[in-house]
């Protein structure tokens, strides 16, 4: 599975110092170099002749005729954008939306609904709700009623915690920063989820027409998509009242779920109307092969699980872009740049934005021609994308914790975007400060304390490699300058204890121990601190988290208050054998040190060989199309799969009807994955 919420292991490649290098190998960066020194060559000479007025405008076109580019925490910008980070520290964001006043609320996965309000995280929450947060469930959507001004209503889309969960749909209604208490209204109650944790989708947008569209995911099995008679895998469409409107494709129907709009999805994250128009885009994350982009119309079905990426089956309808997970893995956030008031260039109007969770990039796609180019690259796990008022390009970082904007400028000085912040450590310990900043490259760094520049820290962090207690309530900033100006940080304070960091450690699972899906994990851990003695469960923090292939999804949020907990292993969902969970336990002592610790706990495997009698017909696993036999695929015991034998089969003229699996199931039926290896073989026969 990879799909949301997921993270990539890469390298940084555009550090200060590598940004800051001329003369590197390679052609481009040849370039590059010349350009900047061509750059404040005349830049230099044009000061010395000209006015402030003139010269700010000069710097601007020079600075956009050479394409110097932005970087920042990692991230790469086109020329001409510079990014901030508005607001940071929110636990496993998820989604968000922007109010009319220009406040934006968030989804915390774990419930709670934050408020960034003139650029502030408020502390107290809209709302926080009881929500299921284990895997992708929790808090996943929130859209405004299109008369919120009036009516003050609020959307929100989440995970019910009861056995069976379901997600849900429900209305809120704001006084001010907060819920109205006993505001709240059930507009959608959804199916039954299974043990599957995944493929939840979550996102609320309202129509120009009015209506409310709701993105729901196949909760990890593809027979739902096509099913008309749920709604998972699906678009959704209710009036803001929860109403049925009456031009819904299926309305008519005697058996078809009557919210139904659309259908065939897997996971569709993310979907997004082009202004006020009928136009609509639907992110969809695939799964072996393909993420793809899907033209939103009403009764559509974009074939999952009997396809993903193009097709050329006329039932289904092919995707108007896909890319290949050489490329990407989870496509997520998207957004059309549609403002009233645009801040970008007029090239970028009417364009889509979109991102990918895994690979850090969010692209721009032009709907004439159906071609994509990168925007930004990478971007700290990205999941959610909007457009503000101000014609500003809004992102939600889940990596980071924080939403960060983008905007186009004329004025290319740094701009900082990731402040120093202030530090505890126990004396002797080392402590290193750092910053970003976005703007033209290459960047300068002096450092200060107390406001002294402090000689030789000229690089983007500074690091003291042994802390003393003279160091105790010292004040650092930096200054970052580039050619064209100089901004100063906020300051961060060292703060030096002569306390010692606890020490923790994970009783149970044991190191070794291996998983199968349905198995009950119990964990537990202890910690001890030399001047706190044995610590109280209120200092323990754990955390879950499912390892896919080179990405993770979470598993479990941060949790404190506990010693000991439990977790069931899901049977169903992700079916991939290169998989583990991955326990995390960070304890903390009464002045704020920290120990972390972690565990890992591998899957119990076995290969499951799938032929037939005659060799060489097909076997459909897991919902798709079929496969030509023999094959074998490797899966964790105890997971849930699906398999079929479909009927009737031609081979080299000759056609044959299935008669009996050898294991004595029905045609179509589930199998629990083995411990051990296992044939399963389906029994044709001539017609």
């Known amino acids: 599975m990879k799909d949301l919420l997921s993270q990539p292991r890469r ?53 956009l005729f050479f394409g110097l580019s932005f970087s920042v925490s990692g991230a790469t910008l086109p020329s001409g954008f510079v990014e901030t980070t508005v607001a940071s520290g929110i ?33 107290t929450p809209f709302v926080t709700l009881s929500v299921d947060s284990v895997g992708e469930r929790g808090l996943l959507g929130v859209a405004f009623d299109p008369h919120f001004t009036l009516n003050h209503y609020i959307y929100l889309y989440y995970t019910v915690p009861r056995t069976p969960a379901h997600n849900r749909v429900v209305r809120f209604t704001a006084n001010g920063d907060v819920v109205l208490p006993g505001s ?47 709604l998972l895998g699906k678009i959704l469409r ?4 929860g109403t049925i409107p009456p031009d819904n494709p299926f309305v008519q129907s005697t058996t078809a779920r009557h919210e139904i709009w659309a259908l065939g999805l897997r996971n569709p994250f993310t979907f997004a109307f082009r202004g006020t128009t009928n136009f609509m885009y639907i992110n969809d994350v695939g799964e072996s092969t393909w993420e793809e982009i899907d033209l939103g119309q009403a009764g559509a079905n974009y074939g999952w699980p009997a396809t993903e990426g193009p097709t050329t089956n006329p039932a289904y309808q092919s995707p108007i872009y896909y890319y290949g997970h050489s490329e990407g893995c989870a496509i997520t956030g998207g957004a059309f740049y549609s403002p009233s008031t645009p801040n970008f260039p007029s090239s970028y109007v009417g364009k889509y934005l979109f991102g990918d969770y895994c690979a850090g990039f969010i692209r721009i796609l032009n709907p004439s021609t159906t071609q994509a180019t990168n925007f930004i690259t990478g971007a700290s796990q990205p999941v959610d994308i909007q457009v503000g008022a101000d014609g500003s390009l809004y992102y ?11 905007r186009y400028t004329t004025i290319p000085s740094p701009v900082i975007t990731t402040q120093p912040t202030s530090k505890l450590v126990s004396v002797g310990y080392p402590v290193t400060f750092s910053v970003t900043a976005s703007g033209p490259s290459p960047y300068s ?51 030096v204890t002569s306390d010692k960091p606890p020490t923790s450690q994970i009783l149970t699972p044991a190191v070794g121990t291996t998983y199968f899906g349905g198995m009950v994990v119990n964990y537990s851990g202890s910690a001890s601190d030399k001047e706190d003695g044995t610590l109280p469960a209120s200092a323990f923090t754990w955390r879950v988290d499912f390892h896919h292939d080179s990405h993770v999804h979470p598993f479990i949020p941060p949790t404190t208050g506990s010693k000991t907990g439990t977790f069931t292993i899901p049977n169903r969902g992700e079916v991939s054998s290169n998989v583990y969970y991955y326990i995390t336990l960070k304890v903390i002592d009464s002045v704020g040190l920290t120990s972390t610790t972690v565990r890992n706990i591998l899957p119990r495997k076995a290969n499951m060989t799938f032929a037939t009698q005659p060799a060489g017909l097909k076997i459909s696993l897991d919902g798709g199309s079929g496969r030509i036999t023999p094959f074998t695929v490797t899966g964790v ?26 294991d004595g199931r029905a045609r179509s039926h589930e199998i629990s994955t083995p411990a051990v290896n296992t044939t399963y073989t389906a029994n044709f026969a001539t017609q």
Request: aromatic share 6%; with cysteine.
């Open 445 to 495: 760094y002096q450092w200060m304390r107390n406001g002294v520049n402090i000689s030789g820290a000229n690089a983007r962090t500074y690091r003291i490699a042994s802390t003393t207690l003279s160091d105790n309530g010292a004040r650092f900033r930096v200054r970052v300058s580039n050619a064209f100006g100089n901004t100063l940080s906020n300051v961060a304070t060292l703060s």
């Open 637 to 662: 015991a105890g997971i849930i799969r699906s398999i079929a034998a479909p009927t009737p089969q031609t081979l080299n003229g000759t056609s044959y009807n299935f008669q009996s699996w050898s």
């Open 396 to 406: 939600l970082a889940r990596g980071a914790g924080s939403v960060m904007k983008i």
């Open 91 to 123: 636990a496993s964001p998820t989604a968000m939306a922007i109010a009319p006043n220009g406040r934006i609320f968030v989804c915390s996965q774990t419930g709670a609904l934050r408020v960034i309000k003139n650029g502030v995280l408020l502390a």
């Open 238 to 241: 209710i009036a803001p009242d």
């Open 184 to 230: 709240r209204v059930i507009l959608l109650e959804l199916d039954p989820l299974s043990t599957a944790t995944n493929h939840n989708g979550g996102a609320l947008h309202f129509g120009p027409d009015g209506n409310l569209y709701i993105a729901v995911g196949d909760n990890a099995k593809g027979s739902n998509s096509q099913n008309l008679s749920n």
């Open 11 to 63: 390298p940084q490649i555009n550090s200060p110092s590598q940004l800051d290098a001329c003369g590197r190998p390679g052609l481009p960066d040849v370039i590059r170099c010349a350009r900047r020194k061509h750059a404040r060559a005349i830049i230099s000479s044009f000061l010395r002749n000209s006015g402030m007025h003139q010269a700010r405008l000069f710097i601007a076109m020079i600075f």
